[in-house]
């Protein structure tokens, strides 16, 4: 790596939907970034990891944090425990106060935190849990003896937003909804790349400012209207719209993470958090920071921004980016040395007529709607499963349509390792009495072809891991073996994985949200 001098600022949540797209931009604006992360090697495969220092530390633990404040002038707060049950608001708490102490003993400049949006005159005890969490940390950081910018937005408008994804798939999915009451709620969403250059900008405020901001763009519009005008947008027909009084949060957010690929425990605090009106009631963050000379943009263009990069496979971040709160962060126990316990494998290798790097193109292109090569009534009953225990199910995706990065959510998985051309491992993150992955590796033989090498492998918790192992081991064969033959029969035809022989989209028409388009660039930020 490159001599990057001291950094001058550090951003907690790089992983995330946020803050992986705030470091290009604060690297762009001429800062030197420092990235703050739980796991090493998180970030390794973003394009700009090279042009940051990374350093380990967790914001619940204090004492990790001291080394990572030296030299840091500016301090990105961007983490939070949303959707991680009722102990949540008890974990924000503690890790603003956390971060808030050590950035203060290091003699930070200034800390700029992205919080949440509150009603007017609504008492902060009526709140949802989510925003009155939002709302603390900020007061928390605010205290802390470090002039603190506390920049609250509502719904976020960009490719790749948990906020986005939801309106999309509800409007796109349903011509028809049966719609619970706060479709009346107004709202003043934002744009992403405005919130990003609001950040951006914040890092420069003056050092007697420690305060909120209000963030929002120039609409403000009920829920109802905001779907309305994604489908006209979206060139879709109009939709019909019948909202139900009697379906509360807690149901409404079964139906969101049933026709949406966020799951309940996530629609949740997003669902409750639509009950009150969130309507800016300043915009003083224009004193300094300058709005752009067209203005913020405007809802319409945020959403028209949001598609082009769906439409062209250019997400830089995702709502899944940051890892699912309650979800196993174990890496692959070392075997065989592993002392931890039993753990159970089904071990596949098939030798394949075809180039090694075929082969990988599938392998790497595995997932989302490329599908597992295997049983799709399984794959699909499995995922349904998973939802309605209150997991994520199948329907999170790719990110890109053919290549991964280490951190990406695939569908129930997540990408743990991927060493190009040779290796893929993945860590379920699906509801499960123990912990699981799958690994797929390609090796080249003597003759030309290629060795495709399959691995599951299972770590169970107790009587309940041990059961559930044994119950759908006699399916293997028919999963996994299937699994191994139809990605070998994909590379020996060398199609491009979720495409045809010439190379066009299957099950997905030409412009669809969700076909597998090539890169084309796009507007940036959004």
Known sequence: MADLGTPNCLVTGASGYIGGRLVPELLAAGFRVRC??????????????????????DVTREESLDGAFDGIEVAYYLVHALGTGPSFEARDRHAAQSFGRAAARAGVRRIVYLGG???????????????????????????????T?????????????????????????????????????????IAVRDVLRYLVGAASLPPDVNRSFDLGGPDVLTYREMMLRYAEVARLPRRVILPVPMLTP???????GLVTPVPSSLARPLVESLRHEV??????????????PGGPVGFDDAVRLALKRVREADVATRWSSASLPGAPSDPLPTDPDWAGGSLYHDT?????????RALWRVVEGIGGDNGWYSFPLAWAVRGWLDRLVGGVGLRRGRRDPQRLRVGDSLDFWRVEEIE?????????????????????????????????????????????GHAYWWSVAPFHAVVFGGMARNIAGRARADIPPGGTADGTAEGSPSGSPDGAARRAGGARGV
């Open 250 to 256: 807690g149901l409404s957010s079964h139906w969101v």
């Open 117 to 147: 949006l509150l009603p007017a005159g609504v008492p902060e005890d009526t709140l949802s849990p989510h925003l009155r969490s939002r709302a603390e940390v900020g007061r928390i950081l605010r205290a802390a003896g470090v002039p």
């Open 36 to 57: 703050l992360v739980r796991e090493a090697g998180r970030l390794r495969d973003q394009p700009w990891h090279d042009a940051v220092e990374t350093v380990r530390g």
């Open 279 to 292: 309507v800016c009631s300043e915009h003083d963050i224009a004193r300094y920071v300058p709005d752009p």
């Open 420 to 464: 190009p051309g040779r290796l893929l491992r993945l860590r379920a993150e699906m509801r499960l009495p123990g912990l699981a992955w799958l690994e797929l590796g390609v090796t080249p033989d003597a003759g030309g072809g290629a060795v495709l090498h399959q691995r599951a492998l299972f770590h169970p918790h107790g009587l309940a």
């Open 149 to 189: 910018a506390e920049l609250r937005a509502a719904v976020i408008l960009g490719s790749g937003s948990a906020s986005f994804e939801m309106l999309r798939y509800l409007t796109e999915r349903l011509p028809v909804m049966v719609t619970p009451s706060w479709v009346h709620t107004r709202i003043q969403p």
């Open 348 to 356: 596949r290798e098939l030798a394949v007529d075809a180039d090694p």
